[in-house]
């Protein structure tokens, strides 16, 4: 028994525009063709298929069979592909990057972070993207090892050979604890009580800035590699540390977390940088991004500063 044949990409086209319009006239006037045309190409796709599509007879508009019906998810499938590869040809005619690797700081703000790959899925959306979160000296490693074709970092804030950089703003880290932790519970605030207790650490994971600790103040600590797992950790109170504002933001207001008053420890603000290689710079995608990230920074400024108060 010999199989189904192989439909164009134009008989497909066809199919689904009868279908979206609901009539072979008004596909005609669509396409820009002929009517007896688009019946001939659904019949050639028909006779293709071994099978009929639509039921003529039912009704004055055509109605697809339960074929029909089977294959319509399949047909957009391949139509939205080709449409993908289409796009994506047409942007690397233009110099688009056919994918995007970013590192982000672990301290930068999700609000930010989803506000910029919103406006990135929507400018971009056939260029694929790795995103890798990290601290420290480990985002500018990323950058300039190749893995990463830009990056979001913080500290230490110097200029480094090889990379192009572009400040875009910061966010306030204060120094929390449970509210059953010693700091928080202790009546007097007295200079160097934070450094009796278990302050808890963001692992640096890059040689680039291993041993420099940056608002360390403990002579015990526990290091950990994420923030997710600090931020667990301070909720337990097992130690203190300092943390981003808009991330505990709700810890905050709920009591779950409160900030420790003591006079050395103030936390502090965390500065962002754009960056990328001097001698790899971005594409569009890329810039968009960096751009996207800059442009967050009056909107984002104001919103830090109506949370200081916490």
Not at 153 to 182: F, Q, T, W, Y
Request: with cysteine.
């Amino acid at each position: 028994m010999k199989g189904p044949g192989t439909p164009t990409f134009d008989q497909l086209k066809v199919f689904l525009t009868v279908v979206d319009v609901g009539s072979f006239a008004g596909a005609a006037r669509k396409l820009n063709r002929a009517t007896s045309v688009v019946s001939y190409t659904i019949a050639n796709l028909e006779a293709q298929l071994g099978f009929v599509l639509f039921d003529r007879d039912s009704t004055r508009r055509p109605c697809l069979t339960e074929a029909g019906r089977i294959v319509l998810s399949e047909t957009r499938s391949v139509a939205n592909g080709v449409n993908r590869l289409r796009a994506k040809a047409q942007g690397l005619l233009q110099g688009l990057e056919p994918s995007l690797s970013i590192a982000l700081d672990a301290m930068l703000p999700a609000s930010r972070v989803l506000d910029a790959l919103k406006g990135f899925r929507s400018e971009f959306p056939t260029i694929p993207l790795q995103i890798r979160t990290e601290g420290l000296g480990a985002v500018t490693d990323l950058v300039l090892n190749g893995a990463a074709s830009i990056g979001v970092c913080g500290p230490p804030d110097v200029d480094i050979d090889g990379l192009d950089r572009m400040g875009i703003g910061s966010v306030e880290l204060i120094p929390v604890a449970a509210p059953n932790h010693p700091l928080a519970l202790a009546s007097d605030k007295r200079i160097g009580a934070g450094r009796e207790h278990i302050q808890i650490v963001l692992t640096d994971r890059s040689e680039r800035t291993k041993g420099i600790d940056l608002g360390v103040v403990a002579t015990h600590t526990w290091r950990v590699a994420d923030l997710s797992t600090k931020h667990m950790l301070l909720l337990e109170g097992l130690g203190w540390g300092n943390m981003p504002v808009p991330m505990i933001r709700e810890d905050l207001l709920s009591g779950r977390l409160v900030r420790i008053e003591l006079p050395d420890i103030k936390g502090g603000n965390y500065r962002f940088f754009a960056i990328h290689r001097s001698d790899a710079p971005p594409g569009p995608a890329g810039s968009f991004l960096i751009q996207k990230f800059a442009k967050q920074v009056p909107d984002w400024a104001l919103n830090a500063r109506d949370v200081q108060a916490l």
